[in-house]
């Protein structure tokens, strides 16, 4: 299976640190995918890496993926109280659908 | 402004009921999944439509039947229900394929008691 596993399960950081998420898969992929999932709600889209792509940035949120360690890295910095939330990766194998990891839970603490 | 929008958001029925969720998108989008997330908040694919046509099927008891009338819709249909389909159901969509980003839905939280 190629399904990405997170790392850590839950993470409690204060306000205003930095918050980062790993995400390690088993084979080969088109590109990774982030989401955010408030709770009791959907999933939302943050960043989309592809394999070639070793580094993208939106805002406040970092993410690198080494296709050679089969990894990639959320960085959420200056976190604030509505970052909040579950952290998903998912992997797109290209003749597969994306699998999701089962996240890690985020706790920012005001 | 919806994007992705089901009903009903909570379903509460007895074991062996028939029922049914729908999924509406107005993105525009050619392509609709169904996905179920666990009580440990593990997501995993069930279906999914392109124009209407099924593309996934993954190993899901054929008690699950979804329906596409058109490219903006996509219902799931559960018959006879069981306490282990208790669970929280996405619709989500997305232009082209799954390799894109993906619009999720509000969930529905479906209890079988």
């Known amino acids: 299976s190629q399904q990405g596993e997170e790392d850590p399960q839950a993470l409690s950081i204060q306000e205003g640190e930095n918050a980062t998420m790993n995400c390690s898969y088993k084979?080969?992929?088109?590109?990774l995918q982030w989401y955010r999932q408030n709770s009791g709600r959907g999933l939302v889209h943050l960043i989309l890496i592809r394999s070639n792509e070793r580094e993208k940035h939106s805002g406040r949120l970092r993410v690198t993926l080494d296709t050679s360690k089969k990894s990639s890295s959320l960085l959420i910095t200056a976190s604030r109280a509505a970052d909040t939330a579950s952290y998903f990766c998912?992997?797109?194998?290209?003749?597969?659908?994306?699998?999701f990891g089962k996240g890690t839970r985020l706790s920012v603490i005001a | 402004d919806t994007a992705v929008s089901q009903t009903p958001k909570y379903l509460v029925t007895q074991m062996g009921n028939d029922k049914s969720i729908k999924c509406e998108q107005n993105?525009?989008?050619?392509?609709m999944y169904w996905y179920k997330q666990d009580s440990k908040k593990f997501l995993k694919i069930m279906f999914s439509?392109?124009?209407?046509?099924?593309?996934i099927n993954e190993t899901v008891p054929n008690r699950f039947s979804p329906k596409s009338p058109d490219k903006a819709h996509l219902n799931l249909h559960i018959n006879s229900l069981e306490l282990g389909d208790s669970a929280v159901y996405f619709c989500a969509s997305s232009q082209g394929s799954y390799h894109n980003e993906q619009f999720f839905g509000p969930g529905t939280r479906l209890t079988v008691l």
């Open positions: 084979t080969s992929i088109n590109n």
């Open positions: 998912a992997t797109d194998g290209g003749n597969t659908p994306l699998v």
């Open positions: 993105l525009g989008h050619d392509t």
């Open positions: 439509y392109n124009n209407k046509e099924l593309i």
